[in-house]
């Protein structure tokens, strides 16, 4: 088959394949596709925050002082809530076999009565037991409250932590306390506190 034979054969196939003729544009018909809808959920509307994180004078709620993890544990701050639980030893008749008491600790939270534990913060090392804190609590009904140690600085005895009074505790924001405590979400070594408002029962 010669060279010119071949080109023809191919332009016939060509124009057979793509049906390049006027008469196959004609009958050539196109359809529009429907158009698309993005067909998206809604923007979920996300709840406010329980609590604020920091009130005005930078104290931070128990919600915030966990909220902010990255930046406040190992940090000293203050932290304002309402006592909700006290550490008390539990009476045992037979002293000689007691098991040891718990260090004295307490609880705080945003919500006076908080019941849920992972809502409450607790506190620690502001006594070395319960012996410590009754005889603070004596000496203060007798009119001579403990004093800051001149020469130690160490802190006086709280008398005044009662359930249901709103304190703002300052301490260190930790995991781990020196007196052993071992809380994940974060307890508070006590630097000192001050009393907002008292516990019902304790007002006059």
Do not use: W
Not at 146 to 171: C, S, W, Y
């Amino acid at each position: 088959m010669n060279r010119s034979v071949r080109a023809l054969l191919m332009l016939s196939l060509i124009t057979a394949f793509f049906g390049c003729t006027p008469e196959a544009a004609e009958d050539l018909v196109i359809e529009r596709l429907p158009d698309v809808e993005a067909n998206l959920p809604a923007v979920p509307v996300l709840p406010p925050p329980p609590h604020p994180v920091q009130y005005s004078d930078s104290s931070y709620s128990v919600y915030g002082v966990r909220h902010r993890l990255a930046n406040t544990v190992n940090t000293e701050l203050d932290v304002t809530g309402y006592i909700v639980a006290v550490y008390v030893p539990p009476e045992c008749p037979d002293e000689d076999n007691c098991p040891p008491a718990t260090a004295p600790h307490m609880l705080i939270a945003d919500v006076a009565g908080e019941e849920d534990n992972t809502k409450r913060l607790t506190v620690v090392g502001y006594a070395e037991n319960q012996t410590q804190i009754d005889e603070a609590v004596e000496a203060a009904e007798r009119g001579h409250p403990i004093e800051i140690d001149p020469e130690t600085g160490q802190l006086p005895i709280p008398t005044d932590f009662n359930v249901g009074a709103k304190v703002k505790v300052r301490g260190r924001f930790a995991r781990i306390s020196g007196s052993g405590f071992n809380i994940s979400n974060g307890l508070l070594e006590f630097r000192g506190h001050e009393t907002l408002e008292p516990a019902p029962s304790t007002e006059e």
